[in-house]
T-cell receptor
Framework: KAGVTQTPRYLIKTRGQQVTLSCSPI?????VSWYQQTPGQGLQFLFE???????NKGNFPGRFSGRQFSNSRSEMNVSTLELGDSALYLC?????????????FGPGTRLTVL | AQTVTQSQPEMSVQEAETVTLSCTYD???????LFWYKQPPSRQMILVIR??????QNATENRFSVNFQKAAKSFSLKISDSQLGDAAMYFC????????????FGTGTRLKVLA
């Protein structure tokens, strides 16, 4: 079974631009979660999608948004980029999103904002 | 608000020795999940071990075991017979079981394994 894939792997943007990151979950997984990883803050939960619906949301500004498609693939969008948005963005998929299911993480997208 | 604290930013262990990574959390919930995840350098994060809060028995997975102290809200990870491949960032995480299912992660502990 193919693992979780994320594209692109690296991105360089400038302040004020917007960016879209993509995540393809493991086949059959319906839950996709997104996290922001920075050296000082660790991993912070952005949001979780299940069957095309946003089920949970972390404490991030409205500039961060996402969506999930009928094939469970998910995209995350960040508008009006700020320097502080530079981070590794990880997505993870699981069957249902419940704690009994193992979350499988992708390799991440490294976003650098100049 | 729920929080997860890993007070050891970095630890070192000699190959074949045992090391314990600490994690404390704060919650008013009675039912939840706790996890340890491993993130090797430049590689994907993987689940090491999972503990359901309602289970009193500590979870074990081969060389990895936890010491779950619910009343103290402590969840430490013990790695026995440490191997070079154990070198990684280790994250402790908490997951709600009611309503939302979002995860809260600690800031991580970098484990170095010395040959």
């Amino acid at each position: 079974k193919a693992g979780v894939t994320q594209t692109p792997r690296y991105l360089i943007k400038t302040r004020g631009q917007q960016v879209t990151l993509s995540c393809s979950p493991i086949s059959g997984h319906r839950s996709v979660s997104w996290y922001q990883q920075t050296p000082g803050q660790g991993l912070q939960f952005l949001f979780e999608y299940f069957s095309e619906t946003q089920r949970n949301k972390g404490n991030f500004p409205g500039r961060f948004s996402g969506r999930q498609f009928s094939n469970s693939r998910s995209e995350m969008n960040v508008s009006t980029l700020e320097l502080g948005d530079s981070a590794l963005y990880l997505c993870a998929s699981s069957l249902t999103g419940f704690g009994t299911d193992t979350q499988y993480f992708g390799p991440g997208t490294r976003l650098t904002v100049l | 608000a729920q929080t997860v604290t890993q007070s050891q930013p970095e630890m070192s262990v000699q190959e074949a020795e045992t090391v314990t990574l600490s994690c404390t959390y704060d919650t008013s919930e009675s039912d939840y999940y706790l996890f340890w995840y491993k993130q090797p350098p430049s590689r994907q994060m993987i689940l090491v071990i999972r503990q359901e809060a309602y289970k009193q028995q500590n979870a074990t997975e081969n060389r990895f075991s936890v010491n779950f102290q619910k009343a103290a809200k402590s969840f430490s990870l013990k790695i026995s017979d440490s191997q070079l491949g154990d070198a990684a960032m280790y994250f402790c995480a908490y997951q709600f079981t009611s309503g939302t299912y979002k995860y809260i992660f600690g800031t991580g502990t970098r484990l170095k394994v010395l040959a």
